[in-house]
């Protein structure tokens, strides 16, 4: 894209002892909303996701499974490939740190390191945890009961290791580093971890162990195969390896470095955060504009854990409640940065409330009067009412304000100014009631319906990285050409044309219905007895509701459409028994 900014967003590499989990789905997520509304908002975007292959614990799972580390992390890699494509990221790059690129960028960064003067050879003595492949001081640790010490931040536990060891002259860096961060306020994302940073830099930073000599599984370090680098090294300068360092002469690198997000989970933000900004000071590198760290989920209120049984699954999810569905869920429930707890019932208010009935239903309820009343066309306006005009700059204005959260990762923010239009906009038809003006006032339906026809184009465009196959079928119900659903056709700019034929609409966001549940008896007024809802028979193509079959007490059967279930069950006219 000749001319345009870049912009340089990165995942973690994750690492690859395990199968993906909600919290890759998650940071992974929210890079691919900011890139693609990067793109739409004419950046040149480069987005980064891989995998981190070398450390003692994944040598050690692939001799549990009896194979080679190569074609163990071969594997697992494939499973983060695969997830990416799943949820419908949009990586321009999968890098992998086995990779014969990733090799030289290691080897040359050690090098300059080296060079100049920042890494010697010396012993390391201290706790060490393999699951987190990292370092931990004396008072970072706790001793358990059962005579076993912990890390305190991560749980893993950790053992005393001995053993020869190049070190990264940290201590040298504090100064500089507390420096960078106060004239670059924004470099850690959101405030309260950049205070938590500060403070443990402040608190004295010891030099870092940089290379291990007890298993094998890593980048050697040039000119000393005894020793094989850090992982922590060697899995940061990815960043970098994907511009194409230590080529810092060529386009790539020139173009896209310093990367402008490094999103990680809060558990790793001080790699992020202090280790490799000084990593490349130290090799006189810019260091990145900012880490943005987010917070983890829990489920049902309960902590993720392997051994509660209770870890998510991403695709599990998709397959239950909807690709767009889960996405929107994921960055609407909990502000960015904040931690979050993953409930059904959340979820389905979410998709029942917010995507069927505010933004479906008057999608839905627009077009088809558009398609009725209008000769299937968009209608032609008159001269704007002080209501039309409030309501037609609340969605021209909504690039610049979802522009503004989005810059600073506050994806939770940006789609609640969306919503505030999605609600003015069902308070706006509510209110003017164009169904009573067909005949009353043609004229004046024509243009309530031109303007709200405008705002469902407008939401559309802003929801489009968030919600990208929902928002495409939208934007087809406006006959909007795919040259015109880049921001730069957000407002009056892109303004639909009055008279382009239009389709009759079909549902977006059809109401979330829970199989498992309606497997069970209700019993409630109009009916003898309890009755038991049995299957879904079919979906009305009308409204999309689901129609299902029961079967009353006497053993007779009837239809029972969906929409009126849940108005029943809300009203209390019916309670599961």
């Not at 030289?104 to 010697?120: P, S, T």
């Not at 309960?302 to 999810?317: A, H, M, R, T, Y």
Request: proline residues 5%.
């Amino acid at each position: 894209m000749a001319g345009a900014t870049p912009f340089y967003i990165t995942t973690p590499i994750y690492y690859v002892n395990d199968k993906p989990h909600i919290g890759h789905a998650y940071t992974s997520l929210a890079c691919d909303v900011m890139a693609r509304f990067k793109r739409l908002d004419g950046y040149d975007v480069k987005f980064l996701t891989g995998t981190d292959e070398h450390g003692q614990k994944v040598e050690k799972s692939a001799n549990l499974k009896g194979i080679d580390p190569q074609s163990f992390t071969d594997g697992v890699s494939q499973n983060f490939r695969d997830l990416a494509a799943f949820m419908g990221y949009s990586n321009d790059d999968f890098i992998r740190t086995t990779e014969e690129r990733h090799k030289k960028a290691c080897q040359a960064l050690w090098k300059k390191l080296l060079d100049n003067g920042d890494i010697y050879l010396g012993a390391y003595e201290g706790w060490y945890a393999v699951r987190d492949e990292a370092f931990y001081m004396e008072d970072e640790t706790e001793k358990k009961p059962d005579g076993t010490r912990i890390a305190k931040a991560s749980g893993a536990e950790v053992e005393w290791v001995e053993e020869p060891s190049y070190f990264f002259k940290l201590s040298a860096w504090e100064d500089r580093l507390l420096k960078f961060y106060d004239e670059n306020p924004n470099f850690i994302l959101p405030k309260s971890r950049r205070n938590e940073v500060i403070s443990f830099v402040k608190g004295g930073l010891q030099d870092l162990s940089v290379s291990r000599t007890t298993f094998k599984w890593g980048i050697p370090v040039p000119d000393d195969d005894a020793h094989i680098m850090y992982v922590w090294l060697d899995a940061l300068t990815n960043y970098i390896t994907a511009v194409g360092y230590p080529d810092t002469g060529n386009e790539g690198y020139k173009k896209y470095w310093p990367a402008d997000v490094h999103m990680v989970g809060k558990d790793i933000l001080r790699f992020h955060a202090v280790y490799w900004p000084a990593f490349l000071m130290a090799a006189d590198l810019p260091a990145p504009k900012r880490v943005f760290a987010h917070g983890w989920w829990t489920n049902e209120g309960q902590k993720i854990s392997k051994s509660l049984g209770n870890v998510i699954d991403p695709i599990d999810l998709v397959n239950k409640y909807g690709l767009d569905q889960v996405r929107y869920f994921m960055l609407r429930e909990v502000p960015f940065g904040n931690d979050g707890d993953f409930a059904h019932s959340a979820m389905v208010s979410r998709m029942n409330g917010e995507l069927a009935n505010d933004l479906g239903n008057l999608s839905q309820r627009v077009l088809s009067m558009v398609v009725k009343n209008c000769d299937a066309a968009v209608p032609t306006p008159g001269e704007y009412s002080a209501e039309d005009k409030v309501m037609l700059d609340q969605a021209y204005d909504l690039l610049e304000n979802v522009r503004q959260s989005i810059d600073v990762q506050a994806f939770n923010e940006a789609i609640e100014k969306v919503w505030l239009v999605i609600r003015a906009a069902n308070g706006y038809v509510d209110h003017q009631a164009p169904w009573k003006l067909k005949k009353e006032d043609p004229a004046r339906m024509a243009t309530v319906l031109y303007v709200l026809c405008e705002t469902i184009r407008n939401v559309a465009l802003l929801l489009q990285p968030l919600m990208p196959t929902s928002m495409e079928k939208m934007l087809g119900l406006l006959e909007i050409a795919d040259g015109d659903r880049t921001f730069a056709s957000c407002g009056a700019a892109g303004a639909l044309k009055p008279g382009t034929a239009l389709e009759a609409p079909e549902g977006v966001f059809p109401r979330f219905i829970d199989h498992e549940e309606l497997e069970k008896s209700y019993e409630g007024k109009g009916y003898d007895g309890p009755f038991l809802i049995k299957r879904a028979l079919r979906q009305n193509p009308k409204s999309k509701e689901t129609v299902f079959e029961i079967i009353l007490s006497n053993g007779e059967t009837q239809e029972l459409n969906s929409a009126d279930l849940e108005k029943a069950k809300e009203k209390g006219t019916l309670t599961q028994v």
